[in-house]
């Protein structure tokens, strides 16, 4: 099965927060598409605080 990560916010402490995509049987094109939507909505990855 295909899938993918996406950030998708940070907790209180600034640790990233993300979320596992997973697409259907031989859609291998579906889980990183989708992960650039959810990317425009929440503004995809920054590092943490001291990481830059």
Do not use: N, S
Request: glycine residues 14%; aromatic residues 10%; charged residues 15%.
């Amino acid at each position: 099965m295909p899938a993918t990560a996406a950030p998708i916010g940070r907790t209180p402490d600034g640790l990233p927060i993300g979320m596992q995509i997973v697409g259907p049987y031989l859609e291998d094109r579906t889980p990183p598409r989708f992960a650039e939507l959810i990317e425009q909505e929440f503004g995809g990855f920054t590092p943490p605080p001291g990481f830059a």
